[in-house]
């Protein structure tokens, strides 16, 4: 699983407005400008945002975005998958994807499966608030 632009960008937008949001809303042109994105590529990366429910945005004066829960209670991999679209490691285990006639004789599934599984716990396991608290407090917990 290769994790593209657009979801690295949606991480670090969400740790943005984590950090910065309290309770109030945090303007689109100030996270672009923290996080070097153009705002161009916030627009495409917003709705998706919030489509999934993950950010709630007020257009106008005064207008931004805000998260809609804790940072604490969101897995990472619920950031990711409305940006990736699948987390599935090969094509074939892709959701809505067509069944491969190879599937009785393949001798790589189970692998893929175990990949699969072990992405997605991992994902799960991390939350946006493990990010905010920076990458010294994440190792502590792992070792």
Not at 22 to 45: C, F, N, T, W
Not at 77 to 95: F, H, N, Q, W
Not at 99 to 125: K, P, V
Request: glycine letters at 10%.
């Amino acid at each position: 699983m290769m994790v593209s632009t657009r979801g690295r960008y949606a991480l670090r937008v969400m740790i943005d407005l984590a950090e910065h949001g309290g309770d109030g809303l945090v303007p689109m042109k100030e996270v672009a400008e923290r996080q070097d994105i153009s705002l161009k590529y916030m627009e495409k990366i917003m709705p998706m945002l919030v489509s999934a429910k993950l950010v709630e945005g007020f257009h106008g004066k005064g207008g931004g975005y805000r998260l809609t829960r804790k940072p604490a209670e969101y897995q990472i991999s619920e950031i990711l998958r409305p940006t990736e679209g699948t987390l599935a490691p090969v094509a074939c285990m892709k959701d809505g994807s067509e069944n491969c006639t190879r599937t009785a004789e393949c001798r790589t599934l189970m692998l893929w499966h175990g990949l699969d599984r072990r992405i997605n716990e991992y994902l799960d396991s991390v939350t946006l608030a493990d990010l905010v608290s920076g990458p010294e407090e994440r190792m502590k917990t792992e070792e």
